[in-house]
């Protein structure tokens, strides 16, 4: 008998814990959208561009040359901050040492490389993504809190072509 209601316990404690992650979510997205919707305000209008994955593109100069392409190889320099302009990551504009990407790779943020394939070398953009377009509810201990929006600001300077279909 007592074995049946430490059973019932546990699978009522993870219940309870279930519930509270989804209504912690849901809190967390509606937090996000405040966010979100604050920061676009700073902007003149149709300047953030929302494209269909929820990512905001914002061309801040168009790039005479050509847009990547899945598998080519991109070099950029960025610098990243949260929505109220602290930056967490801009060595590579620090350093003026582009940073090295294969498009489609996966080993950068997904709205990082979505956004690159709007761009155009020598062209220069600000990406707001959403947190499931960044480091999701996680986030990246000890830099980035779990659910959090972020801005990217990005030259991009080279493309070394790939093996991709163009």
């Excluded at 929820?54 to 929505?83: R, W």
């Excluded at 959403?130 to 996680?138: F, T, V």
Aim: aromatic fraction near 14%; charge should be neutral.
């Amino acid at each position: 008998m007592i074995s049946r209601i430490k059973l019932w316990g546990f699978f009522g404690a993870l219940f309870v814990l279930f519930l509270t992650g989804c209504k912690s979510e849901a809190t967390w997205s509606k937090q996000e959208r405040q966010e979100i919707d604050d920061y676009l305000k700073t902007l003149p209008e149709g300047e953030a561009i929302l494209k269909a994955s929820g990512l905001y593109y914002i061309e801040l100069i168009h790039g005479p040359g050509q847009s990547p392409v899945k598998n080519d190889i991109v070099y950029f320099k960025y610098k990243s901050t949260f929505l109220n302009g602290v930056a967490f990551d801009s060595i590579s504009i620090t350093n003026n040492l582009p940073y090295e990407y294969q498009i489609g790779s996966g080993t950068i943020v997904s709205g990082v490389d979505e956004g690159l394939r709007y761009m155009q070398v020598g062209g220069r953009s600000r990406l707001l993504t959403p947190y499931k377009l960044a480091y999701g509810a996680d986030g990246i201990w000890g830099s980035v809190p779990g659910y959090i929006p972020l801005l990217w600001e990005i030259e991009l300077d080279s493309i070394k072509s790939g093996s991709g279909k163009k």
